[in-house]
């Protein structure tokens, strides 16, 4: 993946910090961008809820966290009907509330995305002249028998772009619950 080619200088910049996977020969890797028109705090609350993640994850029914919700906690999320899979096993690899950054492994689970990693990170911007957030997510994760580095890459970021959009549709939908306008009559 090259960045540049499809993102703006700001993008590559976050992309290049934060998102630094080494794939594997048999691995694939890419990064997906939302632009999401709600403030950068409320984004964050919703993605750094790793016990969560059903809040704005459509494919999540359900989520039992192991741990102290520190780095290494273990979730176990149960995966609706639909997805070729029903568990996933999951440890919080990283969770820096400072810089928005949350870091998950796949360490388990009945699916075909083995040795998955991704890193999401959260960056405040201005949208059309409100408070919005920059959100990226990107991902390395082996390539399953029988499949190509783009059949692989195409699944993951179709099932990324599912979430990153209802995470805009929930923080959009809040923002707007939050927002109060001075009445100018």
């Not at 039992?64 to 995966?79: A, P, T, W, Y």
Request: glycine share 6%.
């Amino acid at each position: 993946m090259n960045p540049s080619d499809s993102y703006g200088a700001m993008e590559v910049q976050y992309i290049r910090r934060h998102h630094k996977h080494q794939p594997r020969d048999n691995q694939c890797t890419s990064a997906l961008v939302k632009h999401i028109k709600a403030p950068v705090q409320l984004v964050w609350s919703l993605v750094r809820r790793f016990d969560q993640p059903q809040k704005y994850k459509p494919f999540v029914s359900r989520c039992i966290v192991k741990g102290d919700l520190g780095i290494g906690s273990v979730r176990e999320v149960n995966v609706k009907s639909g997805l070729p899979a029903t568990t996933s096993t999951e440890r919080l690899e990283l969770l820096d509330d400072e810089e928005h950054i949350l870091g998950i492994k796949i360490v388990g689970g009945d699916h075909r995305l083995k040795n998955y990693s991704s890193i999401v990170t959260v960056h405040p911007e201005i949208i059309e002249g409100r408070p919005g957030t920059l959100v990226i997510e990107s991902f390395v994760v082996d390539v399953p028998e029988g499949n190509t580095k783009d059949e692989t890459c195409f699944f993951v970021e179709a099932l990324i772009r599912c979430n990153l959009k209802s995470l805009a549709d929930v923080s959009e939908r809040m923002a707007i619950q939050d927002r109060t306008e001075p009445i100018n009559q």
